[in-house]
């Protein structure tokens, strides 16, 4: 007598009594996932002791991995799974629909259709072999023109380091960073290497600092802003390859929405809501709008002010963004 579904004998499903006049019999996969296998043997009308056999499946190792490029400049491109096991089917998802979105178009192949202007998704492939398990590959599209990002060191008290970075999962010498200096008060001494700038100037200061980056869709130039009043006052260290933050319409000449979304970690905080400041600047340094900012979310108008490329600095808890904003 078998007691599980998912099996069968003699090419027969079996789940529950059967009759056979051997002293043995043989089993195999009916559907899946697998599951125990339990029987109670009976000769005579008399049960003998239940024999359990129990099921394991090897874990699931593939060399599977998402072909494509690392960047998007077209409208459309074409992405699909190499060394894909046989058998396997894949769920294709964007990280972000409101950038880029899939449109699967076989088991293994998708197209990602651009959305934005540019931006940065991560694109998913679940893949699921015959037996019901599953395993997941990531790779990070860039989407349109670069989103800049940097992070900055304070190497000794008047010492300042900011370095520019391509996004995680890039493709080598696929970017190119400079860095030029647009003002400063106090007195500062500004030079560059690499992908980095260097500045040393002991507190007060102010500094704008110009960061362009370049990929083979395009260019982006981020200001960089930072002003320190006091001896005790900490520098803004910025740093976030993959914000999935989300600002829109962009360009816009009228209300612009922010959702700051994942890019900011507040998954250990205690607090409820996330409450914190924007300041927006021109391309002078100088603030034009404050921003009060409430569970990582706010909005502001540009109607009124002169067409150009703006710097939205965010702070929430403690933690700093900076996001370019064009009003059109």
Known sequence: MERRKGWKRNGVPVSGNFTTTVNSITLVRNSFPLSNVSVVPKLNGVSYPRKTSTINLAAFMTQATITGNNSL???????SISNLPTGSTVVWSSSNPNVA???PQSNNGVVVLRNATSGRITLTA???????????RNKI???GAPTPHYTAKRVEFCNFIYSAHDYAGAASNTYTHTWQLIS???NVDFTTFDDSAQFLACPPFSITMKLTTTNSCGTTEQLVVQTLNGDDEEIDRISDPQTTSQIYP??????????????LDFNNASIMSVKGDGELYDMRGKMVMNIPISNKKTSFNVSKLKKGIYILKTNVNGIIENHRIIVN
Do not use: E, R
């Open 101 to 103: 979105s899939v449109l």
């Open 126 to 136: 679940l893949i699921t072999n015959p037996c019901g398990q599953v395993v997941t």
């Open 250 to 263: 962009n360009p816009s000449n009228d209300i612009i929405y922010v959702d700051l979304g994942n890019s």
């Open 141 to 143: 599209i860039q989407i």
């Open 184 to 186: 400063s008060t106090g």
């Open 73 to 79: 400049c077209s409208s459309s491109t074409s992405y």
